[in-house]
């Protein structure tokens, strides 16, 4: 199982707020075959067993961004590729939250 936490960053809008690109971005992935998504509000957390799956999005989110008129995008990935287990992201939360107090 492949997690992905991608941030995109559109470089030199009007305003300082990227909600609307990030938005947009988001959108493009929403149909992609095996992928889950889930949002918060540092980044977007991909999931899929194909690490392809979780390059194709990225570059959909980043191309979208630049086709809205943005000519400079910075886009922050961290990948945990796991191959001797397959967990979910949730199933990741639980183990951690079993560890708290």
Do not use: C
Request: proline share 1%; no cysteine.
């Amino acid at each position: 199982m492949i997690h992905a936490e991608i941030s995109i960053y559109p470089i030199a809008t009007k305003t300082t707020s990227a909600s609307f690109y990030i938005a947009k971005a988001i959108e493009t992935i929403q149909k992609i075959d095996n992928l889950k998504y889930e949002i918060n509000s540092m980044g977007t957390i991909l999931e899929s067993d194909d690490m392809d799956t979780i390059n194709k999005a990225t570059k959909q989110m980043t191309e979208t961004v630049h086709n809205l008129g943005i000519n400079r995008v910075e886009v922050v990935i961290k990948i945990d590729s796991r191959r001797d287990k397959h967990q979910s992201g949730k199933e990741k939360l639980e183990s951690i939250k079993k560890h708290l107090d």
